[in-house]
């Protein structure tokens, strides 16, 4: 009889126990996940790019290639900003693709290209899964080079899972549980979510396949389901991106402080008017007035040939600009320096947006006073910065503004003549005919902020 209750003794604890284990072993996920894929249907998706093909299929999303076709993404119809998103993904090791986020597609960049930040899907030997490239724009903002536990995370002809993380400026990204891309960079904020399937070349086959399943966000109490990372972020401000690096852009800025540059008519950086804070460089108000406050700032080298690239930030009726083949032995009086210039300005509060000896011609983008930039530019909203991105080869000269080529001229040309002839510069013998010239950034008396100032010398 005590053997019999002891054994029941036994059994009971042990259906306590196992009880228990399954209370705690199981703990039910609380995260109010928001499914962006319900298993059955592409409802809130939509094509874009090119034709591969999806479908729903045992409960997954299944791309499959397509000959003869760029790009194709599945895309969210939805935007999103801040978010957290976790997928699972299985993909054939022939084939490459990416998930893209904060992406977007306008018909004025590219034809309507599908451009951002896009988490890779990397099946090949180099192993760079989880890292951040920038489509259609930048190239690669954070490979896996310098990270070889993530390289290892991904399981080939295998489920795999992404964690991603866009919070503010920060994205973070974990394959399989291993922290894997950490980036720091504001190009853009808000865009849709993508599934990637890339066109194919060479031996890579027509029909293979790419699937993804449990695609769920988060978009609210970020803060509460946001997980720390291990890694050292990759900080693009006043950085170099990897492409640029090996395509010979160097900073013409450092971000911290007035090396290579001093005050178009001193022989120093300005001692007051030009503010240096938190990696951006703000020319102060001072009213209005053309070089009143520290003046124009120009560079210590001269260039040829070139490529600029510089960020700007507009506030309400501010006028400004970047100037290009300056001589400061040109116009030593009153005023602003000498050279061609790429217009910054608010066109909807400032009047000069009405001026100039050419119609347009001082709107931004513009070649300040002689053409105008394209009517249909793509200029972001006061508050907001922009990218001014010149190219001057062989006396072509191109301006573009947020990706988007505005306007070109052929700088010595007869027709470039005789738009001087008929502005503001012809009594300047020789007009934006210089050979080598300075890069300067105006003091035109309103608050502008500038950051990213880069170029690639040719020559």
């Given at each position: 009889m ?5 054994s029941?003794?036994?059994i009971?604890?042990f259906?306590?126990a196992?009880?228990?284990f ?7 996920d609380q995260t109010?996940w928001v ?8 409802n ?13 299929e ?6 499959t290639?397509?000959s ?5 993404f599945?895309?969210s119809d939805?935007?999103y900003?801040d978010?957290?998103?976790e997928?699972?993904y299985k ?6 693709s ?6 977007n597609s306008?018909?004025?960049y ?6 951002g ?6 099946p090949s030997?180099r192993a760079w899964?989880a890292?951040i490239?920038?489509e259609a724009?930048r190239g690669?903002l954070n490979?896996?080079t ?6 290892k ?7 795999n899972?992404?964690?991603?993380e866009a919070?503010?400026d920060?994205?973070?990204?974990w ?8 980036l720091?960079?504001d190009k853009?904020?808000?865009?849709f ?6 066109s194919?070349?060479g ?9 993804w399943?449990?695609?769920r966000?988060?978009?609210e109490?970020l803060?509460?389901?946001a997980?720390?990372s291990?890694?050292?972020p ?7 991106t990897?492409?640029?690096a090996?395509?010979?852009w ?6 911290k402080?007035s090396?290579g ?6 022989d120093?950086?300005?001692?007051k ?5 938190d990696?951006?460089?703000?020319v102060?108000?001072?009213g209005g ?5 520290g ?7 001269l260039?040829g040939?070139?490529e ?5 930030k507009l506030?309400p ?8 083949y300056v001589?400061t032995?040109i116009?030593?009086?009153?005023g602003?320096s000498?050279?061609?210039e790429?217009?910054i ?6 009047p000069d947006?009405?001026k100039?000896?050419?119609e347009?011609s001082?709107?931004v983008?513009s070649?300040?006073d002689l053409?105008q930039?394209?009517v249909?530019?793509?200029?972001k ?7 001014a991105?010149?190219k001057?080869?062989d ?5 573009w503004l947020?990706?988007v080529k505005?306007?070109e ?5 007869p ?12 009594k300047?013998?020789d007009?934006?005919?210089l050979d080598?010239?300075q890069?300067?950034l105006?003091d ?5 902020s500038?950051k ?7 020559n």
């Amino acid at each position: 009889m005590m053997t019999k209750i002891k054994s029941l003794k036994i059994i009971s604890a042990f259906l306590v126990a196992a009880s228990l284990f399954a209370c705690t072993g199981e703990k039910k996920d609380q995260t109010p996940w928001v499914n962006l894929f319900d298993g059955e249907t592409l409802n809130g998706w939509s094509k874009i790019g090119g034709e591969a093909t999806y479908k729903v299929e045992d409960g997954a999303i299944v791309g499959t290639t397509v000959s003869n076709t760029p790009n194709t993404f599945l895309r969210s119809d939805k935007l999103y900003g801040d978010f957290i998103l976790e997928v699972e993904y299985k993909v054939d090791p022939s084939m490459n693709s990416g998930i893209q986020i904060r992406s977007n597609s306008f018909d004025h960049y590219l034809n309507g290209r599908v451009h951002g930040y896009q988490v890779e899907i990397d099946p090949s030997e180099r192993a760079w899964s989880a890292g951040i490239y920038d489509e259609a724009r930048r190239g690669w903002l954070n490979p896996m080079t310098d990270n070889p536990d993530a390289q290892k995370a991904f399981k080939q002809n295998e489920w795999n899972h992404y964690r991603i993380e866009a919070i503010a400026d920060t994205i973070r990204t974990w394959i399989n549980g291993v922290p894997a891309a950490y980036l720091i960079d504001d190009k853009t904020a808000t865009g849709f979510i993508a599934l990637q399937v890339h066109s194919i070349k060479g031996e890579q086959k027509e029909g293979t396949n790419i699937m993804w399943k449990n695609v769920r966000i988060l978009t609210e109490n970020l803060d509460q389901y946001a997980t720390a990372s291990p890694l050292t972020p990759i900080v693009t401000l006043n950085n170099l991106t990897i492409d640029e690096a090996k395509k010979g852009w160097k900073m013409l800025w450092d971000g911290k402080t007035s090396n290579g540059w001093r005050g178009a008519k001193l022989d120093k950086f300005p001692e007051k008017g030009w503010v240096m804070e938190d990696g951006i460089l703000s020319v102060l108000s001072s009213g209005g007035a053309e070089s009143r406050a520290g003046g124009d700032i120009v560079t210590e080298e001269l260039f040829g040939d070139f490529e600029v690239k510089v960020d700007f930030k507009l506030t309400p009726g501010a006028n400004s600009g970047i100037k290009y083949y300056v001589d400061t032995e040109i116009n030593k009086g009153p005023g602003s320096s000498i050279g061609l210039e790429f217009q910054i300005l608010d066109d909807d509060l400032h009047p000069d947006a009405k001026k100039g000896n050419h119609e347009g011609s001082r709107t931004v983008s513009s070649l300040y006073d002689l053409i105008q930039a394209d009517v249909n530019k793509p200029v972001k909203p006061i508050g907001e910065w922009n990218t001014a991105h010149i190219k001057s080869i062989d006396n072509h000269i191109e301006h573009w503004l947020n990706g988007v080529k505005v306007l070109e001229y052929e700088r010595k040309s007869p027709e470039f003549r005789k738009l001087v002839s008929e502005s503001k510069y012809v009594k300047w013998k020789d007009f934006g005919e210089l050979d080598r010239g300075q890069i300067l950034l105006q003091d035109h008396g309103d608050l502008v902020s500038f950051k990213n100032v880069k170029i690639r010398p040719l020559n």
